[in-house]
């Protein structure tokens, strides 16, 4: 008798066990809420059998369009506490400003490299070949005002490209040449936007690959899934922009100098042009390869990715706390402002984070630049090259969502997404727990470097890379790579007035002939 209880007991023990394991994940929804307006991405959700809810407690995923969103929709009436659950993600990482933030990412790039440069290479080496993104010259004190004029005063081919902190969509960007830049040293009026943040300051990059002569920039879109361990995928299309007018060097333009396509829909003939100024990946592949050689395309696809890596490496540690943020004047205090009283994001809730990188290319060298990482970028597609980039991007983030969400709910390692789940044009870059990295070639890949020595050439030759670089020097182009043409004159551009904008109904026409722009070789341009 005293057997059979004590078996009924063990079998209670048992079952009471069994009950508490946790779930499989089956009985996750798929539900999101949209906070701030995400108008494309609710589209592409909810045609991917996702279901919007505005109750918070009830969304597997959480979308906050400004970070600020975090205080006025998510903090308790008292901005002391929300209410999410470990069974909720959101598209927000703590910290992910200092890799978003254009003044910060400099600083922790070098600090990154301080650490980490002599273990593989020697010390003069490391100063040519960290240049993964433009050159930030902060101005943290009178000091550096001192030092800068003294750098640059016998430079006088540099130019210096001043931009809002927070700027979007061209706006607000000047490039100084060498006399102005002095000028707005002497005078603390002009460069206090500096000193407090509000602006940066970088060395104008002054030789971009050109596409049929105009001025081009590259981006790639890529998700961050977890810090601990990093887990991070990228997407398989790219975004390529145009400028609308041939690039030079002459006075500022933005027609000419400013790669974003905001800045050049004031443009008179953009109607005209609109649709040659985003360009498919196959397009630029084409193009690259057919001018550079057959291994172009893919040694700057591999060190764009591998300055995705090298940023990461630099900032996450800080994110997991396990370095310290750097210590900064206090007019440059880390973090984004939030509401006032708002207490620091704490959350129980997962994140995860979608970023687009955008690379200028070096024209001599193929190496890329990364110009910023934007976290709020835009989304529109239906009338534009992004129709092949955006729908698989948003729809795969919620794939990975609901997987990632399963597996906390199952008490699974978030690194076993990586073998559960493929969305469509998603690649894994980085799986920390297995020591996966994807940024290196497998094989030797020749293309073509210009410079009229080889010395710049050999400068970039990373030693990890088994890339043969051949020199490629014109000599009908000058030093930057132009086309030298003494007879050419400078176009006055043509500017929209307020009222022709306010006319402009955007429609969609047929593509101009690219004859006008060089050889044909795009094979399938699409519309903006």
């Given at each position: 008798m005293r057997i059979n209880n004590l078996l009924t007991t063990c079998l209670l023990v048992l079952l009471a066990l069994c009950t508490t394991i946790p779930s499989n994940g089956d009985d996750v929804e798929k539900t999101f809420c949209s906070i701030g307006g995400a108008y494309t991405a609710e589209e592409l959700w909810e045609s991917h059998g996702w279901t919007q809810s505005f109750d918070l407690q009830k969304c597997t995923f959480i979308w906050l369009n400004l970070v600020e969103d975090y205080c006025t929709e998510l903090m308790d009436k008292k901005m002391e506490r929300n209410f999410l659950t470990s069974r909720q993600m959101v598209n927000f990482f703590q910290g992910e400003d200092i890799f978003v933030d254009k003044g910060l990412l400099p600083r922790y790039l070098k600090r990154y490299e301080q650490k980490v440069c002599p273990k593989y290479l020697k010390a003069d080496e490391c100063v040519e070949t960290w240049d993964v993104v433009p050159e930030l010259l902060p101005i943290d004190s009178e000091r550096d005002v001192h030092e800068l004029e003294q750098r640059f005063i016998e430079e006088k081919d540099t130019k210096i490209i001043l931009k809002p902190s927070d700027g979007a969509g061209g706006s607000g960007v000047k490039v100084l040449q060498h006399d102005e830049f002095i000028q707005f040293l002497h005078s603390p009026k002009e460069y206090e936007g500096v000193m407090i943040g509000e602006d940066i300051m970088q060395v104008y990059f002054q030789t971009p690959y050109l596409l049929h002569n105009h001025k081009s920039e590259v981006a790639l879109y890529w998700t961050l899934v977890s810090i601990d361990p990093l887990i991070v995928y990228y997407l398989d299309e790219w975004q390529i922009r145009r400028n609308a007018e041939p690039f030079d060097h002459g006075q500022f333009n933005p027609y000419k100098h400013v790669t974003n396509i905001d800045a050049q829909k004031s443009h008179k003939k953009y109607k005209e042009l609109k649709k040659s100024l985003k360009w498919r990946m196959q397009d630029y592949k084409e193009y690259i390869n057919t001018d550079r050689g057959s291994g172009a395309f893919e040694y700057l696809f591999s060190q764009m990715k591998r300055s995705i890596v090298r940023v990461l490496n630099a900032t996450v540690p800080t994110m997991k706390g396990e370095e310290p943020y750097i210590d900064l004047p206090e007019s440059l205090l880390l973090?984004?402002?939030?509401?006032?009283?708002?207490?620091?994001?704490?959350?129980?809730?997962?994140?995860?984070?979608?970023?687009?990188?955008?690379?200028?290319?070096?024209?001599?060298?193929?190496?890329?630049?990364?110009?910023?990482?934007?976290?709020?970028?835009?989304?529109?597609?239906?009338?534009?090259?992004?129709?092949?980039?955006?729908?698989?991007?948003?729809?795969?983030?919620?794939?990975?969502?609901?997987?990632?969400?399963?597996?906390?709910?199952?008490?699974?390692?978030?690194?076993?997404?990586?073998?559960?789940?493929?969305?469509?044009?998603?690649?894994?870059?980085?799986?920390?727990?297995?020591?996966?990295?994807?940024?290196?070639?497998?094989?030797?890949?020749?293309?073509?470097?210009?410079?009229?020595?080889?010395?710049?050439?050999?400068?970039?030759?990373?030693p990890e890379y088994t890339v043969e670089i051949k020199n490629k020097f014109d000599e009908n182009t000058n030093m930057f790579g132009d086309i030298v043409d003494n007879e050419k004159k400078e176009e006055t551009p043509q500017i929209l007035t307020e009222r022709e904008l306010m006319n402009d109904d955007n429609e969609d026409i047929t593509p101009p002939s690219f004859t006008e722009f060089g050889s044909g070789v795009l094979s399938s341009m699409d519309e903006l």
């Open positions: 973090g984004y402002y939030l509401e006032e009283g708002c207490s620091p994001w704490k959350s129980n809730a997962f994140s995860i984070g979608t970023y687009r990188s955008d690379f200028m290319v070096d024209e001599l060298t193929l190496r890329p630049i990364m110009t910023e990482v934007q976290s709020n970028f835009g989304a529109g597609y239906k009338t534009s090259a992004k129709k092949y980039i955006i729908p698989p991007l948003f729809r795969g983030m919620v794939d990975i969502v609901h997987e990632v969400t399963h597996l906390r709910s199952a008490g699974r390692p978030v690194n076993e997404v990586v073998n559960n789940i493929s969305p469509a044009h998603f690649h894994l870059l980085i799986n920390e727990a297995d020591d996966f990295y994807d940024d290196k070639i497998k094989k030797n890949r020749n293309f073509k470097c210009k410079s009229t020595d080889g010395i710049r050439c050999d400068k970039y030759k990373d």
